[in-house]
């Protein structure tokens, strides 16, 4: 056994008593509670018992205790990676059980942190685990509650119904870092036009370089494309010709969606090129429709702009029209989702992504957020509640899901459809079900072998045009080894 006193970095510093092989997992465990200063002074206590871990907390709130217990040990169905990590995973699903009674803080997806809870439902029921041994482990292992479980079949139900492309086959990622401004809570590589305008040309002739580059490589090789994702930034805050020319060098593929999520950049002109390219599915994403909120959160555009949006994407009749909403915004309330779900269900798109908002570190209100007027955790539970009614009341249904850190309630992004006009490339994406080659600035390239490795070309688009020959043939070696390991 091991007492420690957490470095001073850490500025809640409870003091630990556990086996030396554990402290780890503490430590995992406290991050979920990024420095709350209720657990400022705290003692953790671990103890092993058979077939699990028993934690205590003791401090100025009183003492709570929590169990985390392993429902299928010594299961053939396991793997060795699986029973190794087990020890870690009870421990920190213990500590964070204990720590959310003593802060009174509802972990919908108990100790889980990670972005892909739908990829953990999946190996486990991979291993053979039928759906109510699944949800046993869920339960007991993670500590995630009844609600998120349900969630988790109802992806994994609605993926399987989804063929998905044989070994041979890759999906594309492209990046435009360019936005006309640069929204207060956005953490992606995104530019603004009226600032970093002059980068447009150079990084779009790398850019195009790139295309050509892969579109050889993939005849060559034999290489299928399944999707292409052409996303940001704002894709099109370049103009109807750039548009044009970045489409027309793209490899031919199943399925193509584009993002246009800010209205104020979309006109027609550019949406019959991207019809005319073959896009599948056209995203206008406003976030919310309540013009206050619009404005505090630096979209600037307005709720009329993003109606004519919809209406000339309608006219040209790209198939598949995405919204993307976020929930918990600064200033909003359940009467505001009301008010925004009402307007968005009555142009029937086929998909709608609810995001909860997350506070990223590299967007520009980071520091400020403790000061900004954000709905509290239950009234964002309830705004996110009420998506999932309204939309299922339409036949729009969940089809994927991640997370991401600090997020609002503690909550998730879930994508929904109607029947059949689920977004492959999401779905292999998020599951990490195929290689995915990302082209342009911020793009990240995932090779999806027996391990997954990844190449991340760099946010900045100048660096970008800087490393463009370096990075081709680091992808393209990634590429040759992985497509020589399937032959
Ligand atoms: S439109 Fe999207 S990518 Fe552009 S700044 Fe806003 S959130 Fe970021």
Redesign the pocket.
């Known amino acids: 056994m091991r007492k420690k006193e957490m470095p001073k970095t850490v500025s809640i510093a409870p003091t630990i008593e556990a086996p030396e092989e554990l402290i780890q997992s503490v430590e995992s465990a406290l991050d979920v509670f990024s420095n709350n200063p209720l657990l400022k002074g705290i003692k953790i206590k671990i103890t092993k018992i058979p077939q699990g871990i028993k934690v205590q907390v003791i401090g100025q709130s009183g003492k709570k205790e929590a169990l985390a217990t392993d429902v299928f040990v010594g299961d053939r169905r396991w793997l060795k990676g699986d029973i190794d990590r087990r020890q870690f995973e009870l421990t920190k699903t213990a500590v964070v059980e204990a720590l959310s009674d003593y802060t009174n803080q509802n972990l919908f997806w108990g100790s889980l942190v990670g972005v892909r809870p739908s990829k953990l439902y999946r190996l486990i029921r991979e291993r053979g685990f039928t759906q109510q041994e699944a949800e046993l482990i869920l339960r007991s292992v993670y500590g995630i509650k009844d609600e998120k479980i349900r969630l988790l079949e109802t992806v994994y139900n609605k993926q399987k119904g989804i063929s998905l492309l044989d070994d041979k086959s890759i999906s594309i990622y492209i990046g435009i870092p360019f ?1 006309p ?3 207060t ?2 953490s ?1 590589a ?1 530019y603004p036009l009226s600032t970093h305008g002059h980068l447009k040309q150079p990084y779009l002739e790398a850019l195009y370089r790139e295309l050509v580059e892969f579109r050889e490589y993939f005849g060559e090789k034999g290489i299928e494309i399944s999707s292409v994702y052409v996303g ?3 894709p099109t805050s370049l103009t109807a010709e750039e548009l044009n020319k970045v489409l027309s060098l793209l490899p031919k593929t199943n399925e193509l969606t584009v993002e246009a ?2 209205p104020d950049t979309i006109d027609r002109e550019k949406l019959h090129v991207l019809k005319e390219k073959g896009t599948d599915r056209v995203c206008v ?1 406003p976030q919310t429709l309540n013009e206050k909120t619009l404005q505090l959160i630096g ?1 600037a555009h307005t709720v009329e702009e993003f109606f004519q949006a919809v209406e000339l994407a309608r006219e040209v009749k790209i198939p598949i029209l995405n919204i993307d909403l976020i929930a918990g915004l600064p200033k909003e309330n359940i009467g505001d989702m009301e008010n925004t779900l009402e307007k968005i269900l009555a142009l029937e798109p086929e998909n709608v992504t609810v995001h909860t908002l997350a506070a990223k570190r590299a967007s520009t209100w980071y520091k400020e957020l403790q000061s900004w007027p954000l709905p509290t955790t239950i009234e964002t539970e309830k705004m996110v509640n009420l998506t999932a009614v309204k939309l299922r009341e339409v036949g729009l249904a969940p089809y994927y899901l991640y997370r991401q850190r600090q997020m609002a309630a503690n909550l998730e992004n879930i994508g929904y459809a109607k029947e059949g006009s689920e977004c492959y490339y999401n779905i292999i994406m998020i599951e990490e079900l195929q290689t995915v080659v990302g082209m342009g600035a911020g793009a990240s390239t995932r090779f999806v072998g027996e391990v997954i490795s990844r190449v991340v070309n760099p946010k900045c688009p100048a660096t970008y045009v800087k490393r463009l020959e370096e990075l081709i043939r680091l992808k393209k070696e990634n590429l040759d080894n992985l497509f020589l390991r399937i032959n």
């Open positions: 936005c401004t640069r929204c809570y956005c992606f995104a940001g930034g704002t999520g800010r994403n979209r």
